[in-house]
């Protein structure tokens, strides 16, 4: 059943009524410490993501295509912001890029992270290297988290 009173859920949420050129109709979004980046501004940040990771891996356009199944041009769109990135295009990007889906949805948008610039950075850091720990040592810091903080309290309001 849906909540009855969507102006409340939309002022607990912290959502303000904002624009996009993507939508004919006012949207509603969450600020960011950063302000309330369109999707054309995400779209250029994941873009940018994209290119600079491929470059660091030391591999083509028509390279990274092939592997994802498309031709050079069509793949080159998503450099360029051209076409839109989809959830499914990122995961199989960052597994041909050796990256993480969480540093991409951080360069777009960090507010997911954290109150400040800083904290998402670090909360970041602390994801990526929780990633590459072996699975024993993840547990033992899972359990020792949980009971830092009760593991029935997962708001993160500790």
């Known amino acids: ?18 624009s996009d050129d993507e939508s004919e109709k006012p949207i509603y979004r969450k600020p960011g410490f950063e302000g309330i980046r369109s999707f054309g501004e ?17 591999l083509n356009r028509a390279q990274v295509g092939m592997m994802v199944g498309l031709h050079e041009t069509i793949f080159a769109r998503y450099e ?14 960052c597994e041909i890029l050796d990256c993480s889906p969480i540093e991409m949805i951080h360069a777009a ?12 950075d670090d909360k970041l850091k602390l994801m990526l290297r929780i990633l590459d720990m072996p699975a024993s040592t993840a547990s033992s810091l899972l359990s020792m988290i949980e009971g830092l903080v009760g593991e029935g309290d997962r708001s993160g309001s500790a």
């Open 42 to 58: 995400m779209e250029q940040i994941f873009s940018r993501f994209i290119r600079e990771h491929r470059d660091a891996k030391r």
């Open 80 to 93: 360029r912001a051209f076409s839109k990135l989809q959830a499914t295009r990122l995961i199989h990007l």
């Open 109 to 120: 948008a960090p507010h997911f992270f954290g109150e400040s610039r800083k904290e998402a």
């Open 1 to 18: 059943m849906a909540i009855k009173d969507v102006e409340k859920y939309i002022d607990e949420q912290g959502l303000v009524q904002t």
